[in-house]
């Protein structure tokens, strides 16, 4: 069912693509495609392929920010669009380094009439303070680790993201947002119980955080876990029984609430 319902999502995402496409290219000559490449309050990876099929279809470009994407995907950690090989098919890509690089700043890939366009246009990066240089030397350094070590990184995270499924097998398939990146999701619906759940997991030593409503939809909040590579399967194991602890506490406390 879990299967599905992302399937369905990568599909209403094409429609969604290609309606807006259909509407733009009436009104004007330029049409633009911006796309995280992981979503990040779920964790879901987008029909990149698809989308670029649309784009083309339309003459329209595509932009894919990759800031969840950076060194959990793709080789030497060029991220998502890397790993579905469609990189020379985006006008640019959005690379942050404050996510799995550590670090933090930004970088666009794309053409050298986009650099000009910014260079000249953008007024944010006109404005700005350059980075500093141990900034810059912080952000090279970690690239060469990132290219050296993230063959053997993704493998060891996609062990724990593969175990994660595993254990959240054991709770109700209603509150499983499961998805192939290491951001996953438990809902816990109503912002007081997601917060309840979000504390009792803190207590336990887990930094886990509870995303409420209005920032998702009432009836999907949710914790949010991101798995990281220094953890262990035995931390991930230690999470899952908490996150079991919880969630019976939950369902008991409901079932006594309608006595």
């Not at 392929?49 to 060194?71: K, L, N, Q, R």
């Not at 009439?113 to 006109?126: H, K, Q, S, T």
């Not at 409420?212 to 399967?233: A, D, M, Q």
């Not at 029984?241 to 409901?254: F, H, N, P």
Request: with cysteine; proline share 5%; glycine share 8%.
């Amino acid at each position: 069912a879990q299967q599905h319902a992302q399937q369905q999502q990568a599909h209403q995402a094409q429609q969604h693509a290609q309606q807006q496409a259909q509407q733009q290219q009436t009104r004007q000559p330029s049409i633009l495609v911006a796309v995280e490449t992981v979503y990040s309050m779920d964790g879901h990876c987008a029909p990149l392929v698809e989308m670029c099929d649309v784009a083309e279809e339309f003459g329209a470009s595509v932009i894919a920010d990759e800031a969840h994407g950076t060194g959990v995907f793709g080789e030497e950690g060029r991220g998502w669009a890397a790993e579905l090989g469609v990189e020379h098919r985006l006008v640019c890509r959005v690379h942050t380094f404050g996510k799995g690089l550590g670090v933090h700043g930004a970088a666009m890939l794309g053409p050298r009439v986009m650099y000009e366009y910014l260079v000249n246009y953008a007024r944010p990066l006109i404005y700005s303070t350059s980075l500093p240089m141990h900034s810059v030397a912080s952000i090279r350094c970690a690239y060469a680790m990132m290219r050296r070590t993230a063959a053997e990184r993704q493998r060891h995270l996609q062990d724990l993201v593969v175990l994660f499924h595993q254990r959240l097998g054991r709770l109700p398939p209603a509150r499983a947002l499961t998805s192939p990146s290491p951001i996953q999701g438990i809902i816990v619906p109503g912002n007081d119980d997601c917060v309840h759940a979000a504390q009792h997991l803190q207590r336990r030593g887990f930094h886990v955080l509870p995303i409420r409503s209005p920032t998702v939809p009432v009836g999907t909040e949710r914790l949010r876990i991101i798995l990281h590579y220094h953890n262990s399967k035995d931390e991930v194991n230690a999470l899952m029984d908490a996150v079991e602890e919880v969630i019976l506490q939950e369902s008991v406390g409901k079932c006594a609430s309608r006595l």
